[in-house]
T-cell receptor, first 113, second 115 residues
């Protein structure tokens, strides 16, 4: 089975500053990796995903993430955050069969004006 | 129209009552999932189904049951609700496309409170 650790439960950051949300995973097999965002009172929506190929993945709203196999990490980054980026962010992993997804505990990003 | 819908969106009930949460999807996906979300615990898988005749237990299935009435419908039941089942419940779907796995698509959630 796989597992995901999101190291930071809360990340406050000032508007227009860069941000990195950390995600580490554990798996004995090849994996697919995902970042989801949950805005207040809404469901989860996909930000970006890594299936194969380039280790730098670009997603919606200016976010990107880099897959690092040796460090088993998939950190999410944005060079300049906006107030509208305030949300809960979840990292998720699955094996290549996609039978199950395993989610991290989430990181609450708060952008301060 | 939303691709994955959940009803009801909010529900308050009493301990011991039977509750059913419903999920419908128009994405044509075979795979459907039920999760619960609790603060600080993220999403935990309750049950999942890969087609109408396939039902599998997830990480936290005790106290829950499901029914896959059709490809597009997947219901979650709490036979006798208890307060620690108070949570936000999400339905999700996924399919398999070119190159393999697609991501999961989530409904808007059902907020359940058990008094």
């Amino acid at each position: 089975a796989q597992s995901v650790t999101q190291l930071d439960s809360q990340v406050p950051v000032f508007e227009e500053a860069p941000v990195e949300l950390r995600c580490n995973y554990s798996s004995s097999v090849s994996v697919y990796l995902f970042w989801y965002v949950q805005y207040p009172n809404q469901g989860l929506q996909l930000l970006l995903k890594y299936l194969s190929g380039s280790t730098l993945v670009k997603g919606i709203n200016g976010f990107e993430a880099e897959f690092n196999k040796s460090q088993t990490s998939f950190h999410l980054r944005k060079p300049s955050v906006h107030i509208s980026d305030t949300a809960e962010y979840f990292c998720a992993v699955s094996d290549v069969t996609g039978n199950q997804f395993y989610f991290g505990t989430g990181t609450s990003l708060t952008v301060i004006p | 129209d939303a691709d994955v819908t959940q009803t009801p969106r909010n529900r308050i009930t009493k301990t011991g009552k039977r509750i059913m949460l419903e999920c419908s999807q128009t994405k044509g996906h075979d795979r459907m999932y039920w999760y619960r979300q609790d603060p600080g615990l993220g999403l935990r898988l309750i049950y999942y189904s890969f087609d109408v005749k396939d039902i599998n237990k997830g990480e936290i299935s005790d106290g829950y049951s499901v029914s896959r009435q059709a490809q597009a419908k997947f219901s979650l039941s709490l036979e006798s609700a208890i307060p620690n089942q108070t949570a936000l419940y999400f339905c999700a779907t996924s399919g398999t496309g070119t190159g393999g796995l697609n991501e999961q698509f989530f409904g808007p959630g059902t907020r359940l409170t058990v008094l």
